[in-house]
């Protein structure tokens, strides 16, 4: 616990045209992992265009280690099909975190990231002032599958105690 840096949120929004894995739909739900942290979402049922807005809060020590998203398709009597992942690195999001971001408007862009096939995005992605807060707006492109892409949004939460960022 002396290492931590703090919590990272994230904010899984939507998946979008994601793969069809049973007759005519899916029952997605999303895992993240980060180290030996593992969460997921809630299942929806029969959608390939879901809305979970659900958020998954991960601790974060070392913002070297990226965070790994898979899309799963729900099976009740077999094993779950993967719809596939998309990894997250947080090190730009980190960055900002440690600038000193006192009296900003709120809305100001802080670092823009553009999409390459290293970062899995699937479009330009903000790092942003808004409310007093760092957040980051992504749109993933899944891979390892024909189709599909996965809305989120990070967000940090600071630790009374835990190591300056």
């Given amino acids: 616990m002396d290492n931590l840096l703090g919590l990272l ?11 069809v894995r049973d007759v005519r739909s899916s029952d997605p739900y ?6 030996k942290q593992k969460l997921k979402t809630s299942v929806i049922r ?8 659900e958020d998954l809060t991960l601790s974060v020590a070392d913002p070297n280690l990226p965070i790994k998203l898979t899309v799963y398709d729900h099976d009740t009597f077999t094993k779950d099909d993967k719809m596939g992942d998309a990894e997250i690195d947080i090190k730009p999001f980190v960055e900002v975190l440690r600038m000193k971001l ?4 709120s809305g100001t ?5 553009q999409p ?3 970062n899995g995005l699937a479009e330009e992605s903000c790092i942003i002032w808004k409310d007093e807060k ?3 707006d992504m749109c993933l492109r899944l891979r390892n599958v024909e189709c ?4 989120i949004q990070l967000g940090w939460i600071a630790l009374p105690g835990s190591r300056c960022i």
């Fill in 116 to 118: 390459c096939r290293s």
């Fill in 102 to 105: 006192d009296n900003l408007p």
């Fill in 46 to 53: 029969k959608d390939v265009n879901p809305e979970w807005n």
């Fill in 9 to 19: 949120r994230i904010r899984v929004k939507r998946g979008v045209n994601l793969a």
């Fill in 109 to 113: 862009i802080l670092k823009r990231i």
């Fill in 134 to 136: 760092v957040m980051q």
């Fill in 30 to 35: 999303v895992v993240a992992k980060m180290g």
């Fill in 148 to 151: 599909g892409e996965v809305e």
